[in-house]
């Protein structure tokens, strides 16, 4: 996987958070500010903006742009995370031109640890923790059945999504939805939902 096919997922997550942003925004409508949609768009617009303009020559490059450009574009907690996420990923890649699923699946664990790092959730508290967590362990389990790229990439994706879904019974525990307690309950965290589109978006830019 090399900066092209990074930048593929890129291109791939805008589309996805485009035609997605209105979704997003009613599930935060029910627990949240409801603007998660509509900040996500903005910020993925300008993410795509950014690397037009900057054209990074590795992996690694373009994720810490990529990170960066979220923290400065997104508003509220989604920024910060999401960018700190990204430009954990690409710190991990280093210099590398190419990136094996091995080392795709050290990134993904040190952007998880990130995102605990900045938020203080853990699985289970109704956040984007609930679908980060359980992709980063499938697509460790892949590595280590050997699947290829695609495969891997492809249970990774699964696992996010349902993580997400796992989180419509919770009662929120962190954030805003917090506040809400048992009301909370019965609704679909918008932070996991985003995430499991992101690894939606890795699926289909190793589809390509």
């Known amino acids: 996987m090399n900066t ?3 930048a593929a ?16 925004t009613q599930l935060d409508a029910a627990i949240g500010d409801a603007d998660h949609g509509a900040n996500l768009d903005r910020g993925f617009t ?7 303009g900057a054209s990074p020559h590795t992996p690694g490059a373009l994720l810490v742009l990529v990170g960066s450009t979220l923290i400065r574009k997104v ?3 989604s920024g910060p995370l999401y960018g700190t996420a990204f430009r954990e990923m690409g710190k991990a890649f280093g210099e590398a031109a190419e990136v094996s699923p091995a080392e795709l699946s050290t990134a993904l664990d040190a952007a998880l640890s990130g ?9 289970g508290d109704k956040t984007m923790v609930d679908a980060l967590a359980p992709a980063a362990r ?8 050997g699947l290829k790229a695609e495969e891997a990439l492809e249970a990774t994706a699964a696992a996010a999504e349902q993580g997400a879904e796992a989180t419509i ?9 917090s506040y809400l307690g048992p009301r909370s309950i019965g609704h679909e965290d918008p932070g996991a939902a985003s995430t499991a589109l992101l690894f939606g ?8």
């Open 115 to 123: 995102v605990r790092r900045l938020g203080a959730a853990a699985e």
């Open 46 to 52: 300008a993410v795509r903006e950014a690397l037009a």
């Open 169 to 177: 019974p919770l009662q929120a525990r962190k954030g805003r939805a």
């Open 75 to 77: 508003g509220g907690a």
């Open 138 to 145: 499938a697509l460790a389990q892949a590595v280590r059945d």
């Open 9 to 24: 997922w890129i291109d791939e997550i805008a589309a996805a958070v485009r035609a997605r942003r209105d979704h997003l």
């Open 4 to 6: 092209d096919f990074f």
């Open 201 to 208: 978006a890795l699926r289909a830019a190793a589809s390509r």
